[in-house]
């Protein structure tokens, strides 16, 4: 296995316009989460998936933001009619469960002009 | 809502120097998570810690978590180049709540 893969690693697109980003997770994770990080901030939760169930939301996750996990293992998170302020790296990770600890893929570095 | 506040925010050393930075929570860990994050990658696990006053350590890095739960410390011995970064502490909850990070860099 070789770890929590993004794809893609850059995306620049202009404001207006629909973005989406896939994870792929260890394949013997149960749970999978997306994040957000600014410059100078930790990451922020956004959502997450135990298989294919989303069971969580942040209110940071506003209705532009969408997330599936159809069928348990790969993730895609959309964000339609981008804004300059979803301008960020968004970050993926997975575990085994609670308290476990959690692997990150190398992030999509989002850039809205 | 929980709140984790890492200290300092910035940190600048010489080579061979020792280190210490903190992180501190409005309230009681679930579990204790430290990560270190290179500019342009992700977060990657350092140590898990559970039970209070527990010690860990990972070669130059020792890592304690306060009796109470609530606040944890992360030395670094004769730091190196390599130990430059982010270092961010994490409540292993359901969500993995983070501080803002403490960067490192060490000047060779």
């Known amino acids: 296995d070789t770890g929590v893969s993004q794809d893609p690693r850059h995306k620049i697109t202009k404001r207006g316009q629909n973005v989406t980003f896939r994870c792929d997770p260890i394949?013997?994770?149960?749970?999978l989460y997306w994040y957000r990080q600014t410059l100078g901030q930790g990451p922020e939760f956004l959502t997450y998936?135990?298989?294919?169930?989303?069971?969580?939301k942040s209110r940071l996750l506003s209705d532009r933001f969408s997330a599936e996990r159809p069928k348990g293992s790969f993730s895609t998170l959309e964000i339609q009619r981008t804004e300059q302020g979803d301008s960020a790296m968004y970050l993926c990770?997975?575990?085994?469960?609670?308290?476990?600890?959690?692997?990150f893929g190398s992030g999509t570095r989002l850039t809205v002009v | 809502t929980q709140l984790l506040e890492q200290s300092p925010q910035f940190l600048s050393i010489q080579e061979g120097e020792n280190l210490t930075v903190y992180c501190n929570s409005s309230?009681?860990?679930?579990?204790l998570q430290w990560y270190r994050q290179e500019p342009g990658e992700g977060p990657v696990l350092l140590v898990t810690?559970?039970?209070?006053?527990e010690v860990k350590k990972l070669k130059r890095l020792t890592f304690q978590f306060g009796d109470a739960r609530k606040d944890s410390s992360l030395h670094i011995t004769a730091a190196q180049p390599g130990d430059t970064g982010l270092y961010l502490c994490?409540?292993?909850?359901?969500?993995?709540?983070f501080g803002k990070g403490n960067q490192v860099v060490v000047i060779p």
């Open positions: 990770a997975s575990s085994g469960g609670q308290n476990y600890g959690y692997t």
């Open positions: 394949s013997e994770h149960n749970r």
């Open positions: 998936f135990q298989n294919e169930a989303q069971l969580e």
């Open positions: 309230s009681v860990f679930s579990s």
């Open positions: 810690v559970v039970t209070g006053g």
């Open positions: 994490a409540d292993g909850n359901n969500r993995l709540a």
